[in-house]
């Protein structure tokens, strides 16, 4: 019988055969989608995804008007709920989000 080692040795080997596998058939599966897509004509924004001019980054989903703009532009109204990765990486680096007050 094995041993906790040898079966986590062979758990490990095994999924990382799985993901290189993954990897392979993902690239495999791209380039066939980029050929038919060629063929065919086809552009992202035929298949409504973000390319098609659905919502653009960066921009509030809240309807509050902002209090706050981050040091790449980014707007915040300071509410509630979970704060921005910029208002989390200013407060890291110990300023204050009243710096970046409009």
Do not use: C, H
């Not at 080997?13 to 086809?42: H, N, P, V, Y």
């Not at 706050?68 to 204050?96: D, F, M, T």
């Amino acid at each position: 019988m094995a041993t906790y080692s040898e079966l986590m040795a062979q758990a490990q080997k095994l999924m990382a055969q799985a993901e290189q596998a993954r990897k392979d058939e993902l690239a495999s599966t791209i380039a066939d989608i980029k050929a038919r897509m060629k063929q065919f004509g086809i552009t992202a924004a035929d298949l409504g995804g973000a390319a098609s001019g659905g919502k653009k980054a960066g921009k509030s989903k809240s309807s509050a008007p902002a209090k706050y703009r981050g040091p790449n532009g980014e707007l915040w109204a300071g509410g509630p709920g979970r704060k921005p990765e910029w208002v989390r990486a200013v407060l890291a680096s110990g300023k204050s989000v009243e710096d970046f007050r409009i």
